[in-house]
């Protein structure tokens, strides 16, 4: 049996909302409501919602980037949810983050080579001759070259400056790295370029990933399980292969239908979801669906469906309870 390498359970985060003269606490943003699930090492596993529904979240939340409200968090059976600065400081020698915007996530002022010496120097790796070593190896992994240690990130294209992201996040040689939409600010042409080198690395080095995306397409490329988010909540967590030939979830039905497919000859029926997503701060009674769901009832207006197993596909659905 393959070990796991972290377990989630029970993951919220809820953000104040303040209001009044005195800045008092009036409600909550209900970001990620209650989420649970675990990731095997060597595997990829991948989280895709549309827009709000908490992903990077739960993305920033894993790293502590992010305070969680509730719930916890254990790496190599090792609960860090509340751990010190300094012991979580350890803990990120083994998780790295990758990040959406190869740009914003590189300091403009700092050469490539000083970019990525910085883990090792925060973790006290090696020498200043090592650290160099290992920054030059570390460029000719990810398709680029020494020379270009002393550039800045400006003088690189997306594509460039998101492999450049890659090897900040591999130089301390992490176990896991959660990539949160690392290819959706890139051309289309670019991002199968950048999937096939994270693809090749978790071969080389034995990586896990938990892959964050909105896009359906790229995430059945890469993924071996895939979770469902909606307004903070997981609806469906299967193996790839399952959830895209037989998807249960209303919501999921409602996503894949929306895949363009490159076959003329192909029809298919596009489910239009009516309504707008919930806020957050107001969340629906019962199944936070139903208000665009086309199967809802009445149970669904007044019970959370809970997260069940259908032979190793987790759906939270009251059609399948």
């Known amino acids: 049996m393959t ?6 359970d029970n993951l919220k985060k809820h953000f104040p909302i303040t209001g009044g003269v005195f800045g008092k606490t009036v409600g909550h943003v209900k ?19 549309e827009s709000g529904c908490g992903k990077s979240t739960t993305g920033r939340m894993l790293m502590r980037l992010i305070e969680a409200s509730d719930g916890s968090i254990t790496f190599e059976d090792k609960e860090i949810s509340k751990l010190s600065i300094s012991e979580m400081r350890r803990v990120r ?16 002022r700092h050469t490539v080579e ?5 883990p090792l120097k925060v973790h006290g790796i090696g020498s200043s001759a090592e650290r160099r070593k290992r920054v030059h190896e570390m460029l000719e992994i990810v398709g680029l070259s020494s020379y270009h240690a002393k550039r800045y990130p400006h003088q690189f294209s997306g594509g460039q400056r998101q492999r450049i992201g890659i090897a900040r996040a591999l130089m301390t040689k992490p176990k896991l790295i959660i990539a949160d939409e690392p290819v959706s ?16 690395l978790q071969k ?18 890469i993924s071996d399980r895939v979770g469902v988010m909606y307004l903070g909540k997981l609806v469906e967590l299967s193996d790839s292969e399952r959830l895209y030939n037989d998807p249960l979830h209303p919501y999921t ?7 363009p497919i490159p076959d003329p000859d192909f029809e298919r029926e596009t489910i239009l979801l009516q ?8 969340p629906p009674s019962g199944c936070a669906f139903h208000t665009r769901c086309p199967h809802a009832t009445e149970i669904c207006k007044q019970k959370v469906p809970e997260f069940i197993e259908q032979s190793g596909h987790y759906v939270a659905c009251h059609l399948y309870g």
């Open 3 to 8: 070990e796991i390498l972290l377990k989630v």
């Open 31 to 49: 970001a990620v409501d209650g989420v649970s699930f675990h990731v095997k090492k060597g595997e990829t596993l991948g989280i895709v919602g």
């Open 93 to 108: 020698r083994e998780m790295q983050m990758v990040f959406q915007d190869p740009f914003a996530s590189l300091n403009p």
């Open 114 to 118: 000083k970019i990525l010496e910085e």
């Open 185 to 200: 600010a890139l051309d289309v042409s670019i991002q199968s370029q950048v999937l096939n080198l994270m693809q090749d």
């Open 204 to 221: 080389e080095f034995g990586l896990t990933y938990i892959f964050i995306a909105h896009d359906l397409g790229v995430v059945r490329h």
């Open 253 to 259: 039905q409602a996503l894949l239908s929306a895949v």
């Open 275 to 282: 309504g707008d997503i919930p806020s957050p701060s107001n």
